[in-house]
């Protein structure tokens, strides 16, 4: 059993070892997603604050004499 279990830990550590010295860079393809991402959330803000944005600047101007 001993013999099992000491086969088992060499073979994840092995493993692991691979992975950790097969991590390749991310692609540009990986970076036109991320970019996407933060784009489509930054129009949905913006979209999304726009009216409030808009009703407190009418009220500043509703204030102030003519």
């Not at 550590?13 to 950790?20: D, V």
Request: aromatic fraction near 4%; hydrophobic fraction near 50%; charged fraction near 15%.
């Amino acid at each position: 059993m001993l013999k099992f279990f000491v086969a088992a830990q060499l073979s994840a550590m092995e493993t692991a070892r691979r992975l950790r010295e097969h991590e390749d860079g991310q692609t540009m393809a990986e970076y036109g997603v991320v970019l996407a991402v933060i784009t489509l959330l930054v129009v949905g803000a913006i979209s999304l604050l726009s009216q409030g944005i808009k009703g407190s600047i009418d009220s500043v101007t509703g204030i102030l004499p003519g």
